[in-house]
């Protein structure tokens, strides 16, 4: 209820991202275990490395999955053996500061799990400056990504960076057309299109751009967009005046609407689920992260094109290969330059298996076994048995 009122998100969505959260903390309280040094052969003695703490680390979080992101951080940096200090997003403070109370009350001991609340240019800033801190952890958008990897070589911090996107969605006319279709809203609509993962350049074949239109604006019409608190809704409001008005300059009196779903029109940042087709890759809408419920259809003619428009982008984080045809799936799914690809699937983030970007999307990788490396030194001790 909490995560549902912070970020105005549907209720069955947040109680979805708890879950997550809980299985995080399972999963590092558990894969630390695994968290292995290694014994390698020298000439002289004995060498083995050992993975320590880094020390403090900064956690620097957005606003669409408040939580279920510093989690990704939180479990992998405390079961490390870190202590660390959360900065949320501004809009977004609350489950934060009650996961900091919820913490103390568990018995963490003090000063182990800190939470600072306040604007990204003051309170962030200063963790990335910070000569204390020994690696931030972020995510959140390129721009800002960008100036902290800058602001971070003044003490040569440790940075991960989980950035922007612009994925690509490649249906295929051999594809389960129907399937695609249902599953294409969610990808791009999802938490009101404000999720990194977003597919929302859908790239379709020409060959069966018809047939997928219709499929997708059925699919579009089904979408329950209100009330969070409301069990049956599926897309809630943007999270800011500002989110929704610079979503509506994507699409202006000239832009190519194909589908408009409902949104209420009452008090609230509401944007109705939106889909512009033809879009050519390089219009704005199909350049920038719009961070709001619009899809861009992008047509290609031919396997080589899919590849080519996916991968003219500045971002790599996710995306989704439609098609019956099991080699070709593969073939575009290695030719992608993208950190996380689903085939026939629109899902990219799990707890067990690596999350992050190629190219502009960022780097380091969250979640799976080896988030843990990212919080960690290698130490190689030598013991000389010559001596
Ligand atoms: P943002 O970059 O505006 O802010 C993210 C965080 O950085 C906030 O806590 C903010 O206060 C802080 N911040 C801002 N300026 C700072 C500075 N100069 N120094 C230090 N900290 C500063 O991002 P947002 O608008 O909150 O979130 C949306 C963005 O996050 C989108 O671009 C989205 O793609 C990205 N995102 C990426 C992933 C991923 O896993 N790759 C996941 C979710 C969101």
Request: negative net charge.
């Amino acid at each position: 209820m909490l995560e549902a009122r912070n970020a105005g998100k549907p209720i069955g969505d947040a109680r979805g991202e708890m879950g997550m959260v809980v299985n995080t903390f399972r999963y590092y309280a558990g894969a630390v275990e695994r968290l292995l040094g290694e014994q390698i052969p020298v000439a002289g003695g004995v060498a083995f490395t050992i993975r320590e703490a880094l020390g403090v680390v900064g956690l620097i979080t957005p606003w669409n999955f408040p939580l279920c992101i510093a989690a990704w951080k939180l479990g992998p940096a405390l079961a490390a053996g870190n202590t660390v200090v959360l900065k949320p997003a501004e809009l977004t403070p609350l489950t934060a500061l009650r996961f900091a109370e919820i913490a103390a009350r568990a018995g963490v001991p003090d000063g182990v799990v800190n939470v600072v609340v306040g604007p990204g240019r003051e309170c962030g800033q200063r963790l990335v400056e910070h000569p204390d801190v020994a690696k931030i952890a972020f995510t959140g958008s390129t721009e800002v990504g960008r100036s902290i990897a800058a602001a971070a070589a003044g003490t040569i911090k440790r940075v991960t960076l989980e950035l922007g996107g612009k994925s690509a969605n490649i249906v295929f006319a051999d594809a389960d057309l129907e399937r695609a279709a249902t599953a294409a809203p969610g990808a791009v609509f999802g938490n009101a299109g404000q999720d990194c993962c977003a597919r929302s350049r859908i790239l379709v074949e020409r060959a069966c751009l018809d047939r997928f239109m219709e499929a997708l604006e059925e699919a579009v019409a089904t979408i329950t967009v209100g009330d969070p608190l409301d069990e049956a809704t599926q897309m809630g409001p943007l999270i800011s005046a500002q989110q929704r008005d610079a979503v509506g300059s994507f699409v202006g009196p000239d832009a190519p609407v194909a589908i408009r779903g409902e949104a209420p029109q009452d008090r609230g940042f509401w944007f109705p689920p939106t889909v512009l087709c033809p879009v050519a890759n390089d219009d704005r809408a199909a350049r920038e992260e719009i961070f709001g419920p619009v899809a861009a259809v992008i047509p290609f003619a031919d396997e080589a094109e899919a590849i080519a428009l996916a991968n003219d982008t500045i971002y790599g984080l996710s995306g989704s290969v439609w098609t019956r045809d099991g080699g070709k799936a593969l073939r575009v799914a290695r030719a992608l330059e993208s950190g996380n690809l689903s085939i026939n699937s629109n899902t990219s983030v799990r707890v067990a298996t690596p999350v992050g970007g190629f190219k502009q999307s960022g780097y380091g990788r969250e979640l799976g076994p080896r988030a843990l490396e990212h919080y960690t030194e290698v130490k190689t001790i030598f013991y000389n048995t010559e001596a």
